[in-house]
């Protein structure tokens, strides 16, 4: 079993930036892809970012260019740097870890308000 603690989210006005981390404990797991989903009120949830250990990154399009993804591997916890928000980056966002044994997790979201 891993658990997912998610920290970060809050109002911000657009244009500004906001950073979310997400740390995943448990016994026994190794992380196989490690990222980020968002939903914002009557849509589907949608990928963010996702980083793949030793493999590289992805990120919507809706946030190429603007969102960053990181990890710390030696503390299982991936990064969310957010910059340039725009109102419609409004949505809880989601941490979710995928583990080389293909179990999949969700954290309990967190709120990202985007406005003035």
């Known amino acids: 079993q891993v658990q997912l603690v998610e920290s970060g989210g809050g109002l911000v006005q657009p244009g500004g930036s906001l950073g979310l981390s997400c740390a995943a404990s448990?016994?026994?797991?190794?992380?196989?892809?490690m990222g980020w989903y968002r939903q914002a009120p009557g849509k589907q949830r949608e990928l963010v970012a996702v980083?793949?250990?030793?493999?590289?990154?992805s990120y919507g399009d809706s946030v190429q260019g603007r969102f960053t993804i990181s990890q710390d591997n030696s503390k299982n916890t991936a990064y969310l740097q957010m910059n340039s928000l725009k109102p419609e980056d409004t949505a809880v966002y989601f941490c979710?870890?995928?583990?080389?044994?293909?179990?999949?997790?969700w954290g309990q979201g967190t709120q990202v308000t985007v406005s003035s």
């Open positions: 979710r870890v995928v583990t080389i044994g293909s179990m999949l997790y």
């Open positions: 448990g016994t026994s797991f190794s992380i196989h892809n």
């Open positions: 980083m793949y250990s030793g493999a590289g990154t």
